[in-house]
DNA sequence: TCGCGAACAGACAGGTCTGTCTACGCAAGG
DNA sequence: CCTTGCGTAGACAGACCTGTCTGTTCGCGA
């Protein structure tokens, strides 16, 4: 039913973001989301959208604007949820920064188990467009840079060495394998990350 | 002037593949293949390529039966275009195993500096494509089992513990890599990337 | 010189794209 | 009751899409 590609858990904490949960607005989003995601961008006509919505093709110009303000607000609102939910459930696994850390590709790999998965938005979203323009790029990086800086303060948290090469060396692991979970569909990339993540993590945090 | 995404000295390489280096079909190659990275598969129609090519669109329907086809060759001669330029850039660096292994980030590095680096073509055409159906998707596992045999040789014949473990997590550091390097335009995910597989074949290889 | 096939040039059909516009329904508040 | 405003339904414009078709041009081998 939903349109996004995150696991079931994280849609109640969607939902809270709109007084009513089911205004035209919301409505757009979601299927647009789902289509997006699922089929590609310019593989999706804004008619299949509002269809899909039950929404009237007027509504989402005079919400959005055009159909790339519509992209815009999906990739936004899609990157909080997701962070919403990342951040959140790497908490549940553990209280402390090194436990949370630790959970990073465990939680990846209950991504990839989703049917709906259907890799990154954002990087999806970046391999479609232009790239000598950087109007999508600059939503993307804005993303991993969130993302980025909760794990570099979990690192530092944890007592790493080099916080900010453990971030790029984890991010490098969670991209590859969002990429390769995409591609292959099977969610094993996430272990193999893991496995490669516990050896960096001890590089950084043997005594 | 070249439609690849590639470096240019694998340009030559690329032409002995043609009996006649300009010939329609070579042209229409190279410019699909420019116009399909940079601004994305869906977003060109095949109006733009014949222009770009200089030939007539009944010649593109006569080679390659429709889009899809056209979509598929490029494919299929870019991906050969670049595992021969990438194991040859690899081989130069070094005669045995390890060091090619170790050669694999500096050359990628050496590929994001390109002006016209636009990510991975397989990985692109994956994500703007519909994740439901396996067309694409088939030609990107055919493409990456290709690469990941010929590193899982290199780890083997260099002695690695496991090299089927190793290949795999080269892997995640090599799309980790090309996408950061893709979103950010930053080559430095190649160094980040080398820092992380030394640890890890270190950890292979160790005594 | 002739003939043939490859390639070009470009009109065309039929469909889809984004975005705009008008007309209507309906519910809440004065 | 009546107005105001949100949303629907759907026609429409103009551009662009893929794919086909006709006619022409040009080079090469016999």
């Not at 790999?109 to 990087?123: E, L, N, V």
């Not at 232009?130 to 840079?145: C, F, G, M, P, Y």
Request: glycine share 6%; hydrophobic share 45%.
């Amino acid at each position: 039913m939903a349109g996004s590609c995150l696991p079931p858990e994280a849609m109640p904490a969607r939902r809270l973001k709109t007084k009513a949960p089911d205004n035209p607005r919301a409505r757009l989003l979601e299927a647009a989301t789902e289509l997006f995601c699922r089929k590609g961008i310019n593989a999706i006509g804004v008619d299949t959208i509002v269809a899909k919505a039950g929404v009237a093709k007027s509504t989402l110009y005079k919400l959005f604007g055009s159909k790339e303000g519509l992209v815009e607000a999906v990739l936004r609102a899609e990157g909080e949820a997701w962070r919403e939910w990342f951040t959140a459930a790497i908490a549940r696994a553990s209280p402390d920064p090194r436990g949370q850390l630790d959970a990073i590709f465990p939680v990846l790999a209950q991504w990839f188990r989703q049917k709906r998965f259907y890799g990154c938005p954002f990087i999806n979203a970046v391999a479609e467009h232009d790239k000598t323009s950087d109007r999508v790029r600059r939503l993307a990086i804005e993303h991993k840079e969130q993302v980025l800086a909760h794990i570099r303060a979990l690192g530092a948290e944890a007592g790493a060495r080099d916080p900010d090469r453990l971030m790029h060396e984890i991010a490098l692991l969670m991209d590859g394998a969002i990429v390769v979970a995409m591609i292959t569909r099977a969610p094993t990339a996430a272990e193999f990350a893991k496995v490669a993540y516990d050896k960096l993590i001890d590089a950084q945090l043997a005594a």
